[in-house]
């Protein structure tokens, strides 16, 4: 959603979560914090960025470098997977730090458990909304805590 303004004579007022010439350091908006108030939950919560990187991945192509992608999921509290969100492909690497950052919302007051796999890109086309990760080779997998990352003092 954009800038909004009500056509009431009240000019400059913008929508729920709308963009604003002054948004928040702390990163805090209007429509996340209302989504998790109407599902009862009302502690902290601030939206985040995770930055990914990866050192010394297997090598699973022949005449180059693995080709690597990182996927992030969150783990639902029956055990199910959803996808946060994914990398861009970085070519030829077995070290990649990948530019693409990854939002996700931490909730201090709930556990978090967040799913990392790497995969190496095998196909012609990179694009990695389009990926069916099936058809890649898998890499690896690390599974940790959101509260992990948020608490731990070395995180840059």
């Not at 070290?95 to 890109?121: A, G, H, S």
């Not at 069916?132 to 840059?156: A, F, H, M, W």
Request: net charge negative; glycine share 8%.
């Amino acid at each position: 959603m954009g800038n909004c303004f009500s056509g009431a004579g009240v000019h400059g007022n913008f929508a729920v979560g709308g963009a604003s010439s002054n948004p928040d350091p702390n990163g805090r908006n209007d429509a996340v914090d209302n989504f998790f108030k109407n599902r009862g939950v009302n502690g902290l919560f601030y939206q985040i960025e995770l930055s990914l990187s990866a050192s010394n991945l297997r090598d699973r192509d022949v005449f180059s470098k693995s080709d690597p992608i990182a996927v992030v999921y969150i783990k639902g509290k029956d055990g199910s997977l959803q996808e946060l969100g994914r990398t861009e492909v970085v070519l030829n690497s077995l070290n990649p730090q990948w530019i693409t950052k990854i939002k996700v919302t931490y909730c201090f007051e709930m556990v978090q458990t967040l799913l990392f796999r790497v995969y190496d890109v095998d196909t012609q086309f990179h694009d990695p909304q389009t990926l069916n990760l099936d058809d890649q080779q898998y890499l690896g997998e690390c599974i940790c805590q959101l509260s992990q990352i948020v608490t731990n003092p070395k995180r840059r």
